[in-house]
Protein backbone atom coordinates (compact mmCIF):
# COMPACT_ATOMS: atom_id res chain seq x y z
CA UNK A 1 0.00 0.00 0.00
CA UNK A 2 2.95 2.35 0.76
CA UNK A 3 3.55 2.57 -3.11
CA UNK A 4 -0.30 2.67 -3.94
CA UNK A 5 -1.48 5.62 -6.20
CA UNK A 6 -3.64 8.03 -4.61
CA UNK A 7 -6.07 10.77 -6.16
CA UNK A 8 -4.29 13.73 -6.02
CA UNK A 9 -6.87 16.03 -6.19
CA UNK A 10 -9.05 14.16 -3.31
CA UNK A 11 -5.62 14.44 -1.12
CA UNK A 12 -5.37 18.17 -2.46
CA UNK A 13 -9.01 19.17 -1.13
CA UNK A 14 -8.61 17.76 2.07
CA UNK A 15 -5.53 19.60 2.87
CA UNK A 16 -4.45 18.41 6.35
CA UNK A 17 -7.92 17.34 7.06
CA UNK A 18 -6.73 13.89 4.46
CA UNK A 19 -7.25 10.48 6.79
CA UNK A 20 -8.21 11.90 9.92
CA UNK A 21 -11.84 11.15 9.84
CA UNK A 22 -13.62 7.97 8.09
CA UNK A 23 -15.08 10.71 5.61
CA UNK A 24 -11.74 12.09 4.71
CA UNK A 25 -10.54 9.03 2.86
CA UNK A 26 -11.57 7.59 -0.56
CA UNK A 27 -11.88 3.34 -1.13
CA UNK A 28 -11.17 1.25 -3.83
CA UNK A 29 -11.34 -1.99 -1.85
CA UNK A 30 -13.55 -4.73 -0.72
CA UNK A 31 -14.68 -2.43 2.18
CA UNK A 32 -15.48 1.38 3.50
CA UNK A 33 -14.73 2.62 6.92
CA UNK A 34 -18.60 4.01 7.68
CA UNK A 35 -17.84 4.83 11.45
CA UNK A 36 -14.28 5.99 13.46
CA UNK A 37 -14.87 6.34 16.59
CA UNK A 38 -11.50 7.72 17.66
CA UNK A 39 -9.42 5.35 20.17
CA UNK A 40 -13.01 3.46 21.13
CA UNK A 41 -14.34 1.60 17.42
CA UNK A 42 -14.18 1.36 14.00
CA UNK A 43 -16.99 0.09 11.74
CA UNK A 44 -16.18 -1.52 8.11
CA UNK A 45 -19.31 -1.70 5.53
CA UNK A 46 -18.81 -3.88 2.06
CA UNK A 47 -18.33 -1.23 -0.60
CA UNK A 48 -21.26 -1.56 -3.39
CA UNK A 49 -18.81 -0.27 -5.62
CA UNK A 50 -16.02 -2.74 -5.45
CA UNK A 51 -15.32 -4.42 -8.61
CA UNK A 52 -15.20 -8.25 -7.12
CA UNK A 53 -18.36 -7.53 -4.95
CA UNK A 54 -19.92 -10.89 -5.19
CA UNK A 55 -16.97 -12.92 -3.57
CA UNK A 56 -17.29 -10.37 -0.24
CA UNK A 57 -19.30 -12.38 2.12
CA UNK A 58 -19.26 -10.12 5.23
CA UNK A 59 -21.78 -6.65 4.88
CA UNK A 60 -20.17 -5.19 8.07
CA UNK A 61 -17.09 -5.61 10.43
CA UNK A 62 -17.16 -3.90 13.80
CA UNK A 63 -14.04 -3.11 15.81
CA UNK A 64 -13.96 -2.62 19.24
CA UNK A 65 -10.37 -1.21 20.59
CA UNK A 66 -10.11 -2.09 23.80
CA UNK A 67 -6.77 -1.85 26.03
CA UNK A 68 -7.21 -4.27 28.77
CA UNK A 69 -7.25 -7.76 26.97
CA UNK A 70 -9.03 -8.59 29.88
CA UNK A 71 -11.94 -6.80 28.50
CA UNK A 72 -11.54 -8.37 24.87
CA UNK A 73 -12.10 -11.60 26.49
CA UNK A 74 -15.07 -10.79 28.47
CA UNK A 75 -16.69 -9.72 25.28
CA UNK A 76 -15.44 -12.38 23.28
CA UNK A 77 -16.78 -15.47 26.35
CA UNK A 78 -20.30 -12.92 25.76
CA UNK A 79 -20.55 -13.67 22.14
CA UNK A 80 -20.00 -9.93 21.32
CA UNK A 81 -16.78 -10.57 19.68
CA UNK A 82 -15.68 -12.90 17.46
CA UNK A 83 -12.19 -12.55 17.76
CA UNK A 84 -9.74 -10.99 20.14
CA UNK A 85 -5.72 -11.12 20.61
CA UNK A 86 -5.00 -13.08 24.24
CA UNK A 87 -2.44 -11.67 26.26
CA UNK A 88 0.11 -14.72 28.53
CA UNK A 89 -1.92 -14.78 31.08
CA UNK A 90 -5.20 -16.62 29.42
CA UNK A 91 -3.05 -18.25 26.68
CA UNK A 92 -2.84 -21.61 28.55
CA UNK A 93 -6.22 -21.56 29.51
CA UNK A 94 -8.00 -21.07 25.83
CA UNK A 95 -5.50 -23.02 24.36
CA UNK A 96 -6.36 -26.26 26.67
CA UNK A 97 -10.04 -25.28 27.05
CA UNK A 98 -10.84 -24.51 23.35
CA UNK A 99 -8.20 -25.73 21.34
CA UNK A 100 -10.52 -25.80 17.90
CA UNK A 101 -10.81 -22.01 18.36
CA UNK A 102 -7.14 -21.07 20.03
CA UNK A 103 -5.26 -20.10 16.57
CA UNK A 104 -1.35 -18.57 16.73
CA UNK A 105 0.27 -16.90 13.96
CA UNK A 106 3.72 -15.42 13.35
CA UNK A 107 3.55 -11.61 11.99
CA UNK A 108 6.12 -9.51 10.83
CA UNK A 109 6.19 -6.80 13.87
CA UNK A 110 9.45 -6.38 15.06
CA UNK A 111 9.93 -4.76 18.76
CA UNK A 112 13.41 -3.86 20.13
CA UNK A 113 14.82 -0.85 22.17
CA UNK A 114 14.84 2.58 20.92
CA UNK A 115 18.35 4.06 21.97
CA UNK A 116 18.30 8.32 21.25
CA UNK A 117 21.84 8.98 20.63
CA UNK A 118 21.38 12.69 21.48
CA UNK A 119 21.39 11.64 24.65
CA UNK A 120 25.03 11.52 26.32
CA UNK A 121 24.72 8.23 27.67
CA UNK A 122 23.34 5.88 24.81
CA UNK A 123 26.00 7.68 22.70
CA UNK A 124 27.85 5.18 24.04
CA UNK A 125 28.25 2.11 22.12
CA UNK A 126 29.17 -0.22 25.25
CA UNK A 127 26.31 1.15 27.52
CA UNK A 128 24.15 0.20 24.29
CA UNK A 129 25.57 -2.94 24.24
CA UNK A 130 25.43 -3.93 27.77
CA UNK A 131 21.83 -3.12 27.93
CA UNK A 132 21.36 -5.39 24.96
CA UNK A 133 22.73 -8.74 26.70
CA UNK A 134 21.30 -7.64 29.67
CA UNK A 135 18.08 -8.39 29.80
CA UNK A 136 16.36 -12.19 29.18
CA UNK A 137 14.86 -12.16 25.98
CA UNK A 138 13.84 -15.57 25.86
CA UNK A 139 12.34 -14.82 28.61
CA UNK A 140 10.15 -12.27 27.51
CA UNK A 141 8.61 -14.16 24.52
CA UNK A 142 8.28 -17.68 26.46
CA UNK A 143 6.75 -16.96 29.87
CA UNK A 144 5.27 -13.10 29.60
CA UNK A 145 4.41 -12.87 26.54
CA UNK A 146 3.76 -16.74 25.98
CA UNK A 147 1.76 -16.19 22.68
CA UNK A 148 4.25 -17.76 19.87
CA UNK A 149 6.29 -14.71 20.07
CA UNK A 150 10.23 -15.41 19.62
CA UNK A 151 13.03 -14.01 21.14
CA UNK A 152 14.88 -11.80 18.00
CA UNK A 153 18.67 -10.89 17.30
CA UNK A 154 17.89 -9.23 14.34
CA UNK A 155 16.04 -6.55 12.82
CA UNK A 156 14.56 -8.10 9.68
CA UNK A 157 12.70 -11.53 10.32
CA UNK A 158 12.94 -14.72 8.69
CA UNK A 159 10.36 -15.31 5.84
CA UNK A 160 10.09 -11.72 5.14
CA UNK A 161 11.27 -11.43 1.88
CA UNK A 162 13.86 -13.30 -0.71
CA UNK A 163 16.37 -11.62 -2.75
CA UNK A 164 16.83 -12.21 -7.06
CA UNK A 165 18.47 -15.43 -6.05
CA UNK A 166 15.48 -16.98 -3.96
CA UNK A 167 17.54 -16.90 -0.80
CA UNK A 168 15.48 -15.50 2.47
CA UNK A 169 17.17 -12.19 3.65
CA UNK A 170 17.80 -13.67 7.06
CA UNK A 171 19.71 -16.36 6.31
CA UNK A 172 22.02 -14.61 3.72
CA UNK A 173 22.81 -11.81 6.11
CA UNK A 174 23.05 -13.59 9.52
CA UNK A 175 21.95 -12.81 12.95
CA UNK A 176 23.15 -9.56 14.49
CA UNK A 177 25.12 -11.95 17.31
CA UNK A 178 24.61 -15.54 18.98
CA UNK A 179 21.25 -15.52 20.99
CA UNK A 180 22.66 -16.01 24.11
CA UNK A 181 21.90 -13.08 26.33
CA UNK A 182 24.52 -12.68 28.77
CA UNK A 183 24.80 -11.04 31.80
CA UNK A 184 28.31 -11.19 32.42
CA UNK A 185 29.66 -9.74 29.40
CA UNK A 186 27.05 -7.47 29.95
CA UNK A 187 28.62 -6.33 33.42
CA UNK A 188 32.14 -6.30 32.23
CA UNK A 189 30.84 -3.88 29.15
CA UNK A 190 29.04 -1.85 31.83
CA UNK A 191 31.95 -1.19 33.41
CA UNK A 192 33.82 -0.28 30.89
CA UNK A 193 31.47 1.84 29.67
CA UNK A 194 31.42 3.74 32.93
CA UNK A 195 34.97 4.50 32.86
CA UNK A 196 34.69 5.85 29.51
CA UNK A 197 31.60 8.37 30.72
CA UNK A 198 33.33 8.90 34.18
CA UNK A 199 30.50 8.04 35.98
CA UNK A 200 30.02 5.35 39.11
CA UNK A 201 26.48 5.37 38.79
CA UNK A 202 23.85 6.16 35.58
CA UNK A 203 20.05 7.19 36.10
CA UNK A 204 18.61 6.47 32.97
CA UNK A 205 14.45 7.48 31.82
CA UNK A 206 12.77 4.12 29.93
CA UNK A 207 10.12 5.36 28.27
CA UNK A 208 7.24 2.94 27.67
CA UNK A 209 3.54 2.73 26.90
CA UNK A 210 0.85 1.77 29.40
CA UNK A 211 -0.39 -1.69 27.45
CA UNK A 212 -1.09 -4.48 29.51
CA UNK A 213 1.67 -6.95 28.19
CA UNK A 214 3.61 -3.85 27.02
CA UNK A 215 3.94 -2.49 30.15
CA UNK A 216 4.88 -6.37 31.79
CA UNK A 217 7.90 -6.48 29.13
CA UNK A 218 9.24 -3.15 30.47
CA UNK A 219 9.12 -3.82 34.09
CA UNK A 220 10.74 -6.93 33.83
CA UNK A 221 13.63 -5.02 30.98
CA UNK A 222 13.86 -2.61 34.46
CA UNK A 223 14.18 -5.28 36.72
CA UNK A 224 17.11 -7.03 34.79
CA UNK A 225 18.95 -4.34 33.94
CA UNK A 226 19.20 -3.37 37.67
CA UNK A 227 19.89 -7.03 38.79
CA UNK A 228 22.95 -7.28 36.10
CA UNK A 229 24.04 -3.90 35.22
CA UNK A 230 25.88 -2.47 38.57
CA UNK A 231 24.96 1.09 39.23
CA UNK A 232 22.17 1.85 37.06
CA UNK A 233 19.18 3.41 37.97
CA UNK A 234 16.02 2.82 35.54
CA UNK A 235 12.91 4.84 35.60
CA UNK A 236 10.00 3.99 33.71
CA UNK A 237 7.86 6.37 32.02
CA UNK A 238 4.66 4.98 30.98
CA UNK A 239 2.38 6.91 28.34
CA UNK A 240 -0.33 6.58 26.38
CA UNK A 241 0.61 5.07 23.03
CA UNK A 242 -0.18 8.34 20.95
CA UNK A 243 1.66 10.74 23.39
CA UNK A 244 4.76 7.78 23.30
CA UNK A 245 5.05 8.16 19.33
CA UNK A 246 5.11 12.04 19.89
CA UNK A 247 8.29 12.11 22.47
CA UNK A 248 10.01 9.78 20.44
CA UNK A 249 9.25 11.65 17.52
CA UNK A 250 10.28 15.02 19.04
CA UNK A 251 13.41 13.14 20.56
CA UNK A 252 11.96 14.06 24.04
CA UNK A 253 12.91 10.37 26.39
CA UNK A 254 16.34 8.58 26.67
CA UNK A 255 15.50 4.96 25.60
CA UNK A 256 12.32 3.35 24.59
CA UNK A 257 10.35 -0.02 24.14
CA UNK A 258 9.58 0.43 20.74
CA UNK A 259 7.71 -1.84 17.65
CA UNK A 260 7.60 -1.54 13.03
CA UNK A 261 5.45 -3.12 11.68
CA UNK A 262 6.79 -3.45 7.38
CA UNK A 263 4.68 -1.16 4.72
CA UNK A 264 5.98 -3.30 2.41
CA UNK A 265 7.79 -6.75 1.64
CA UNK A 266 11.33 -5.23 1.45
CA UNK A 267 14.14 -5.12 4.32
CA UNK A 268 14.21 -1.04 3.74
CA UNK A 269 11.16 -0.94 5.13
CA UNK A 270 12.90 -2.16 8.53
CA UNK A 271 16.01 -0.56 7.98
CA UNK A 272 15.31 2.73 7.07
CA UNK A 273 14.70 3.65 10.81
CA UNK A 274 18.88 3.35 10.72
CA UNK A 275 19.56 5.45 7.92
CA UNK A 276 21.04 8.95 8.28
CA UNK A 277 18.96 11.66 7.85
CA UNK A 278 16.10 9.59 7.43
CA UNK A 279 12.54 10.91 8.87
CA UNK A 280 11.98 6.95 10.49
CA UNK A 281 15.12 7.60 12.28
CA UNK A 282 13.61 8.32 15.67
CA UNK A 283 17.13 7.97 17.47
CA UNK A 284 19.82 10.08 15.42
CA UNK A 285 21.19 7.13 14.97
CA UNK A 286 24.40 7.07 12.09
CA UNK A 287 27.22 4.80 11.60
Do not use: C
Amino acid sequence: PTFFPLNEKYVKEQGDKYALEADKLLYNGPFTMSEWKHERSYQLKKNPNYWDKATVKLEEINVNIVKETSTGVNLYDSDQADRVILSSEFVDKYKKNKPDEFKTKLDPRMYFLRFNQKNATFKNQKVREAIDLAYDKKGIANVILNDGSLPAYFLVPEKFTTGPDGKDFRSVNKNFRDSKDNAEKAKKLWEEAKKELGQDTITVEFLNDDNGSRKKVGDFIKEELEKNLPGIKVNLKQQPYKQKLELEKKFEYEFSLSAWSPDYPDPMTYIDMFVTGSSFNEMDYSN
